[in-house]
Nanobody, 124 residues
Framework: QVRLLESGGGLVQAGGSLRLSCAAS??????LAWFRQAPGNEREFVAQIAWSGGYRYTDYADFVKGRFTISGDNAKNTVYLRMNSLKPEDTAVYYC?????????????????WGQGTQVTVSS
């Protein structure tokens, strides 16, 4: 049974930092990503990490470049999201997503497995 378990969300003041973690189990994944969804908004891509042929690839949404860093361990099926310089507009439920093949896709529809999400709230 595949499970993705996120942790690390919480309440932080603007300018602060949080580190999200996601532990995946049940099978091996070649790509893990973070998406987020704020109330009234569609789910949007945040960052992705993928592994293939000994290489590691990362992609970021423009609105987090320079502030967020994705990292992970392919062998351990784990992914992290370090979030610095948080803004109130970063407030959302953050979801971990996984796919058992190499993809550089930023589309939520291309990810097969999802966690339950972890709430991140940034106060002004």
């Amino acid at each position: 049974q595949v499970r993705l378990l996120e942790s690390g969300g919480g309440l932080v003041q603007a300018g602060g930092s949080l580190r999200l973690s996601c532990a995946a189990s049940g099978r091996t994944f070649n790509a893990l990503a973070w998406f987020r969804q704020a109330p009234g908004n569609e789910r949007e891509f945040v960052a992705q990490i993928a592994w293939s042929g000994g290489y590691r690839y990362t992609d970021y949404a423009d609105f987090v470049k320079g502030r967020f860093t994705i990292s992970g361990d392919n062998a351990k099926n784990t992914v992290y999201l370090r979030m610095n310089s948080l803004k109130p507009e970063d407030t959302a439920v953050y979801y971990c997503a996984a796919v058992p093949r190499l993809t550089r896709s930023l589309a939520a529809a291309d990810y097969d497995y999802w966690g339950q999400g972890t709430q991140v709230t940034v106060s002004s």
